[in-house]
């Protein structure tokens, strides 16, 4: 179920079967399994996909450094070889050498709540300003 319209195809099909509330309710719960067990399938076909491509990046620098060390020990700037050009070309970097030694206009501040610290002070009944503990009730299919 990828799209609203397939979502609402099994929303019908589910209204249509005669079959009582237990059935619709194991059927539903078999499709959610069912479903998570394919994006279990898909997280990880995706983590072997990135750690492959993460590889091929690794190949190509370390053929990348090849050309450059080559190039470097026949003292050359540029190369034609076939139908490519090897060439250097000057960029610039920023380097920090001491982040706090940066005037206030060139940081950036990041700031998130410590939810694990928030929720443990609250537990305690300790007042945190901005914050409280809100209670859900978690439908849980097993």
Known sequence: A????????IQDTLDM????IDEKIENTA???????GDIQAFKDESKRLSAKAKTLENMTERLKNNIDHVMKENQLTEKKVGQFKCYYKE?????????????????K??????KVAIKKAIKAEQEVAGARIEKHMNLQIG
């Open 17 to 20: 079967l005669d079959c009582s």
């Open 2 to 9: 990828e799209t609203e319209e397939d979502m609402q195809a």
């Open 91 to 107: 960029s610039e970097t920023v380097e920090i050498d001491d982040l706090y030694a940066l005037p206030d206009e060139f940081r």
């Open 30 to 36: 078999m499709f959610i399994r069912n479903i998570k």
């Open 109 to 114: 501040t990041t700031i998130t709540a410590d």
